[in-house]
């Protein structure tokens, strides 16, 4: 599975979007992009995923590059409880068992 | 919707001990996974179950075991509990191992070993 860089922690004002970057410049041709989050003390939260066209679903964006070597995760609106660690993971469509979890991104959303 | 649903939450065993993690999911998903997250370390699989009855050993399986009750549920025992098997364990579930649809994860539980 490829591997993936995000910063590793982020701000955003409550209320406003939330962009969060994903770099995956090795990612192969049938690699997908997930997203997941992590709020304080709770498992692991799926949000989104996506081959190459973008996605939308009630949680998030998910806006990948033409040469799908970076991706960015839209919050719209964020709130409080959007405080998270953010992973990205690109694992390969139809692969078995594990999610690769890095460090992730640490949103911080403030009043 | 409870999706996937750990028990117990918490439980402080001691050293030689042993017990049982419970783990069940209704959202009729054929494939289920154990994790443990240890601090800085991320994730790392411990068994999965692609299917009802099957088991598979992932990246840390020793000191631990595992059985598919059914289809919904799937149990991880720690025969002879270490301290350095502290750790909060999640389990998680997908439809179909094989596919690109998500894993789900439950809420944890929270394990000391004194």
């Known amino acids: 599975d490829a591997k993936t860089t995000q910063p590793p922690s982020m701000d955003c004002a409550e209320g406003r979007a939330a962009n969060l970057p994903c770099n995956h410049s090795t990612i192969s041709g049938n690699e997908y992009v997930y997203w997941y989050r992590q709020i304080h003390s709770q498992g692991p939260q799926y949000i989104i995923h996506?081959?190459?066209n973008n996605e939308t679903n009630e949680m998030a964006s998910l806006i990948i590059t033409e040469d799908r070597k970076s991706s960015t995760l839209i919050l719209p609106h964020a709130t409080l409880r959007d405080t998270a660690v953010y992973y990205c993971i690109v694992r390969v469509g139809g692969s078995n068992y594990k999610l690769t979890f890095g460090k992730g991104t640490l949103l911080t959303v403030n009043p | 919707n409870a999706g996937v649903t750990q028990t117990p939450k918490f439980q402080v065993l001691k050293t030689g001990q042993s017990m049982t993690l419970q783990c069940a999911q209704d959202m009729n998903h054929n494939s289920m996974y154990w994790y443990r997250q240890d601090p800085g370390m991320g994730l790392r699989l411990i068994y999965y179950?692609?299917?009802?009855?099957?088991?598979d050993k992932g990246e840390v399986p020793n000191g631990y075991n595992v059985s598919r009750l059914n289809k919904r549920e799937f149990s991880l025992r720690l025969e002879s509990a270490a301290p350095s098997q502290t750790s909060v364990y999640f389990c998680?579930?997908?439809?179909?191992?094989?596919?690109?649809?998500?894993?789900?994860f439950g809420d944890g539980t929270r394990l000391s070993i004194l």
């Open positions: 996506g081959l190459k």
């Open positions: 998680a579930s997908s439809e179909v191992e094989g596919s690109n649809q998500p894993q789900h």
């Open positions: 179950s692609a299917s009802e009855g099957t088991t």
